[in-house]
């Protein structure tokens, strides 16, 4: 007899040289590392209170950006996609991380020239969209449709500006809506889908990581936090202010799927 698939987040710890993270678009300043690492407990504590299995990987202390486990795969039913990563300095995150995903999913690699980082990959439902950014070139969006298309995903790209990842313009919260700030994205690819406008004050809110009837939002954004408990969202507001100064935010941080052990 089959087991119940369980929601199932992968996570790792902060480094200890999380000081030298690669950055896109912010300025580089001062990480309080035991904040960080308290900070990224409390998000698995979340997680975790949530209903979630939270795997922790080991650290890997001189990685500075290995907390951001979102970036070296993505998850489908089907199969385990390794990225290759957009910047070289992030790239021997994923070997870790393609071990564990290993447990729960046949693995397949992305190939040179192939760049994509998970954080431009957005689900919903059979339809993934996929940011062209800095970081994912042509050549990545093109490998990830040849890999998932004959599972019946359909791949939809999307241009994004100003910002490092597409999920840092938008993401997807369930009931065929996104949060977004339309500022750093084309929004024509999301014409099936309800767009809920991020507060203008608040353009970096819409980094939300939305499970079931819950979304994970930064406390620093209170205003969009009400935009989405109109919505008939139940925010859990947490503290990620270290966090989001290495241009991480809330989905960065796990690999989310459903797995039978
Ligand atoms: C980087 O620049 O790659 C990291 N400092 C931040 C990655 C954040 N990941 C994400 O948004 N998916």
Same mark, same amino acid.
């Given at each position: 007899m089959n087991a119940l698939p369980i929601l199932t987040a992968i996570t790792r710890p902060v480094s200890a040289?999380? #000081?030298?993270c690669e950055l896109g678009y912010l300025p580089r300043r001062e990480i309080d590392f035991q904040k960080a690492a308290a900070q990224h407990a409390e998000y698995e504590a979340c997680l975790a209170g949530l209903g979630l299995r939270v795997v922790s990987l080991a650290p +890997? !202390? %001189?990685? !500075? %950006? =290995? /907390?951001? /486990? +979102?970036? *070296?795969a993505i998850v489908v039913g089907e199969v385990a996609i390794v990225t290759r990563m957009g910047v070289v300095s992030r790239r021997p995150e994923a070997e870790s991380v393609a071990r564990e995903l290993a447990r729960y999913r046949p693995v397949r690699w992305l190939r040179e020239p192939a760049t994509l980082d998970g954080g431009d990959v957005m689900h919903a439902g059979s339809a993934l969209y996929v940011g062209s950014s800095r970081r994912t070139n042509a050549a990545g969006i093109r490998q990830l449709a040849d890999e998932l298309e004959p599972f019946g995903y359909a791949m939809a790209p999307v241009e994004v500006r100003d910002c490092l990842h597409m999920k840092s313009a938008c993401c997807y919260l369930g009931n065929e809506t996104i949060l977004a700030n339309r500022a750093w994205i084309d929004p024509a690819p999301f014409r099936n889908l309800r767009i809920l406008d991020v507060? !203008?004050?608040? *353009?970096? =809110? =819409? #980094?939300v990581l939305a499970i079931g009837e819950s979304a994970i939002l930064p406390s620093c954004f209170p205003a969009t936090r009400r935009i989405l408990e109109r919505a008939g969202w139940n925010v859990i507001p947490v503290d990620v202010s270290e966090i989001m100064k290495a241009? $991480? $935010?809330?989905?960065?941080m796990s690999l989310i799927f459903e797995a039978q052990l």
């Amino acid at each position: 007899m089959n087991a119940l698939p369980i929601l199932t987040a992968i996570t790792r710890p902060v480094s200890a040289s999380i #000081n030298r993270c690669e950055l896109g678009y912010l300025p580089r300043r001062e990480i309080d590392f035991q904040k960080a690492a308290a900070q990224h407990a409390e998000y698995e504590a979340c997680l975790a209170g949530l209903g979630l299995r939270v795997v922790s990987l080991a650290p +890997e !202390p %001189d990685l !500075p %950006d =290995a /907390v951001f /486990v +979102e970036d *070296p795969a993505i998850v489908v039913g089907e199969v385990a996609i390794v990225t290759r990563m957009g910047v070289v300095s992030r790239r021997p995150e994923a070997e870790s991380v393609a071990r564990e995903l290993a447990r729960y999913r046949p693995v397949r690699w992305l190939r040179e020239p192939a760049t994509l980082d998970g954080g431009d990959v957005m689900h919903a439902g059979s339809a993934l969209y996929v940011g062209s950014s800095r970081r994912t070139n042509a050549a990545g969006i093109r490998q990830l449709a040849d890999e998932l298309e004959p599972f019946g995903y359909a791949m939809a790209p999307v241009e994004v500006r100003d910002c490092l990842h597409m999920k840092s313009a938008c993401c997807y919260l369930g009931n065929e809506t996104i949060l977004a700030n339309r500022a750093w994205i084309d929004p024509a690819p999301f014409r099936n889908l309800r767009i809920l406008d991020v507060a !203008p004050e608040e *353009p970096w =809110a =819409a #980094n939300v990581l939305a499970i079931g009837e819950s979304a994970i939002l930064p406390s620093c954004f209170p205003a969009t936090r009400r935009i989405l408990e109109r919505a008939g969202w139940n925010v859990i507001p947490v503290d990620v202010s270290e966090i989001m100064k290495a241009e $991480g $935010g809330v989905t960065c941080m796990s690999l989310i799927f459903e797995a039978q052990l």
